[in-house]
């Protein structure tokens, strides 16, 4: 994909900020861990604090801090209880994202122990549940469980405790498991721009909310995606209308310049430009560029020689 002048997806304050939407944040919990089943309501969810830090005192009492944040901690209240359900967003394949998960679960279980003790006996523990969101285009291949990082041996395994993460891949889940159209379109968009099989079709029949916009090209790195979603403050993206807009500004933007469309010199100069511009925006092939552009397959092996 086309280079992004932002932080990490993992930094981002914006996909924390999409996800911190209570419907959305309901609906991926559940498409993600329920196959689609309404467990989780966004009315029964509140903000729950990121902070996981925690100071502990070693045998010869130095004093020890450990500092972790969470992107998105959220409490669920149901008649069934309390559960805690944490999102950590993810760019990059993380080798040792199991044991960075079980840090994040323990430190919260030590800070419930440490905040809620009472005299009349000990406090029930609330669960946690820690969710990892991949934006990545390549598969994860990065441990899911605590023993993919040991090698125990085998009469031991029975009884070395083990931590799992269930890791969700934008560009292959299932996106009919999710009901908000929202939370649906967000991946159908990223696995469109992942996939990008009929180029010139990519965008056509895409609509999305501004913030879905400007979501899906902070998750894949797309620049442009993003500045063409931040001109619209109302409606829907029509982002196929969007994408046949940003052309057409290009192609003025040349005219403006003092290039004569009517010269052959000046229609060479603008579709070079354009593919140029449209290759570094979304991350990929000349031939590709071209197709989305409708240059003639006669002339594409002049401009490849320029490119």
Sequence with gaps: MGEI?????????????????????????????????????AEELSVHDTDESAITAERNERIMTIKRNRDIVKMSKSDAGFVLLALENQQKIHSYMPLRIATY?????????????????????IPIYTLVIYYGETRWNGATSLSELMEIPEEM???????HCKVIQVRSYDKDLFHDEEVRSFFDACQRLYQMKHVPEVWKGLYLSQETAVAVGVATGTKKLIELAERHEEGKVDMCKAFDDFLKEREDCAREQGWNKGQQEGVYNTNLLAIQNVMKALGISAEKAMQILKIAEDERAGYLKKL
Excluded: C
């Design 105 to 125: 679960d323990i430190l919260d279980y030590v800070n419930q122990e440490r905040m809620n003790k009472t005299p009349n006996g000990p406090f029930r523990l």
């Design 157 to 163: 395994k029975p009884y070395v405790n083990d931590w």
């Design 5 to 41: 002048h932002r932080k990490s997806v993992e930094s981002d304050p914006t996909m924390k900020d999409y996800w911190r939407n209570s419907r959305r944040f309901a609906d991926l919990i559940n498409g993600s861990l329920f196959e689609g089943r309404e467990v989780v309501r």
